[in-house]
């Protein structure tokens, strides 16, 4: 059938089974939004504020949900106001499919209005990029685009056509869409190799990143760990691809994580890393990092082994494909010394904080309890970031989503809205700081706009916290720009942009705030005032070796 480029657009994204998109219109992607219109009973376009929401948006549905987010803007200023959220999803490997615009093919290199070379600016945080300048090339382009976001590791892929192609006219051919790739590349010898260490091992440890979730491997994970017989940590990727509740699970690894994570990785003899790529958030100091064990890494990437970290062995692949064979030929092991000894970590060093006034991990906790762990979590970056990765219990995958790459301020709000498009069951909440709250806050505009019933939770405490934090302990409390005390009402501000509004400035306050949000089943904001040092721990300095992890006590014995 004769088609335009833009009814090629949208037909493409029907093949593919995408039911939402995010984006915000213009000039040079007019004929794609006109040939939208016509298929709206298809396609939910959903307008957000700011393009960047739109990218963010694609982001969380994509990480909630599994499936390819969609984000569309217009040239020039539109597009690269996409350009924070496509680096964080390229940091977090979130499969995206960013469609942009351009002027004319024969205006292009002229510094036209509006015309920017979209597809070289996005070059290095993409995992391709392509510029279409001719319609029979459109689909080929977009199936394609859509092939490689999901295939092999995941991650965003943009697409930018010139205002004349969707204009112009093609055959199309309908075409189903191919199977996401992931393909296994190691050697009989390197499994034998991984099994032999695992029999060895007289104290393994288990250290997840964002691939057990990518792979979808969560259920594998926890067949491989229960016949291992091993303690377990996770990486704020890693959140929910094992039980939180399990006596195996330590918490959270790096910077801020439990001293039983950091003290038992840095005590074992082998580490297995499963779908995770060292990052220094978790390492510290990398010639200290688990300096007494072998590791064993199992990833997607083989651009990731011994990048970081060296690796005595490893298994380049699918993480659910390789942690299926790899569990079905291992032996069962039992470690009852060292997972008695994990236990007895765990117990010493229990996650703890001042319960005499309101506080996040308060804030947290009710949370937890009230909606029975069951939420979805969407966070900004900060404190509250790290408090919610604490002290919020997550069970499942794909319920907590974070921007942990690039540590993106701004991201979760409109992660959740693209989450509660994705999946309207959930009840989706995002916690943000005062910080980050400031940078994208228009956003609530988009929820109250078509009614989506999200909660916001800001966390005031009127300062920068994370940074404060820092400089309180590292900067001779010197607070340079980091003191956010203004005239600013959050909840004013809700109510302007269309949204219920709670404050909360008392412990007893929180528990009905979020029982009255959860009840009204539309967009509200809670403001959380709460006092503006307090701190995340425990706590690595950086360039430290995790094994150097400290926390209040600590602080307050060394002060003494």
């Not at 093949?15 to 219109?25: H, K, L, M, N, S």
């Not at 010139?162 to 393909?183: G, L, S, Y």
């Not at 083989?302 to 494909?321: P, R, T």
């Amino acid at each position: 059938m004769l088609l335009t480029g833009a009814e090629i657009i949208i037909e493409c994204l029907k093949e593919q089974g995408v039911d939402t998109v995010f984006g915000y219109p213009g000039g040079t992607i007019l004929n794609v939004y006109d040939a939208l219109y016509k298929h709206s009973d298809e396609i939910f376009h959903v307008l957000t504020s700011h393009e960047q929401g739109a990218a963010h948006a694609a982001d969380g549905y994509a990480r909630a949900t599994g499936k390819v987010g969609v984000c569309m803007a217009t040239s020039g200023p539109g597009a690269t106001n996409l350009v924070t959220g496509i680096a964080t999803a390229y940091m977090d490997s979130v499969p995206m499919v960013a469609i942009t615009a351009n002027v004319n093919l024969p205006l292009l290199g002229k510094d036209t209005f509006q015309e920017v070379d979209i597809a070289g600016v996005t070059m290095p945080i993409t995992k391709h990029g392509y510029i279409v300048k001719d319609v029979n090339i459109l689909a080929k382009t977009l199936r394609r685009a859509f092939d490689i976001a999901r295939s092999g590791r995941p991650g965003p892929v943009l697409v930018d056509v010139t205002k004349d192609v969707t204009a112009n006219t093609c055959e199309f051919e309908p075409m189903k869409p191919a199977e996401a790739v992931r393909v296994n590349k190691y050697t009989e010898s390197e499994m034998e190799a991984a099994l032999a260490l695992l029999k060895e091992a007289k104290k393994p440890f288990v250290y997840l990143g964002g691939g057990a979730i990518l792979s979808g491997a969560s259920e594998e994970v926890r067949a491989f760990v229960k016949k291992l017989d091993a303690p377990v940590c996770d990486t704020l990727m890693a959140k929910g691809a094992y039980n939180s509740y399990d006596p195996l699970y330590t918490g959270m690894i790096g910077m801020h994580g439990t001293k039983a994570s950091n003290l038992g990785v840095s005590e074992c003899d082998l580490l297995i890393a499963l779908g995770a790529r060292f990052s220094d958030r978790v390492v510290g100091n990398a010639a200290k990092f688990a300096s007494e064990a072998k590791v064993l890494h199992i990833d997607i990437d083989a651009a990731e082994i011994s990048k970081n970290v060296k690796a005595d062995v490893a298994l380049v692949g699918d993480l659910k494909a390789v942690l299926t064979e790899l569990t079905a030929r291992m032996d069962a092991t039992e470690h009852p010394q060292w997972t008695a000894h994990i236990r007895e970590l765990k117990e010493k060093y229990p996650l703890k904080y001042d319960d005499s006034q309101l506080s996040c991990p308060y804030i947290m906790e009710e949370l937890d309890r009230i909606t029975k762990g069951e939420a979805l979590i969407t966070t900004d970056v900060g404190q509250h970031q790290m408090w919610a990765a604490q002290y919020y219990h997550y069970t499942q995958p794909r319920t907590f989503l974070s921007s942990g790459g690039l540590g993106t301020m701004g991201y979760g709000l409109g992660a959740c809205i693209g989450a509660k498009m994705g999946r309207p069951e959930k009840i989706c909440v995002n916690i943000a700081g005062d910080g980050c709250f400031r940078m994208n806050m228009n956003e609530l505009a988009t929820a109250s706009r078509y009614k989506i019933p999200i909660i916001q939770i800001v966390i005031n405490n009127h300062v920068l916290g994370m940074v404060r934090q820092w400089q309180t302990l590292f900067y001779g409390q010197r607070y340079s720009q980091t003191v956010l005390e203004d005239a600013v009402d959050f909840c004013k501000v809700a109510e302007g942009l269309g949204c219920k509004a709670i404050r909360v400035t008392k412990k007893e306050e929180v528990a009905p705030a979020i029982e009255q949000a959860i009840a009204l089943q539309e967009p509200v904001l809670i403001e959380c005032v709460i006092p503006k040092d307090d701190k995340v721990f425990p706590m690595v300095p950086a360039g430290a070796a995790i094994s150097e992890v400290f926390d209040g006590d600590d602080l307050k014995d060394k002060e003494a």
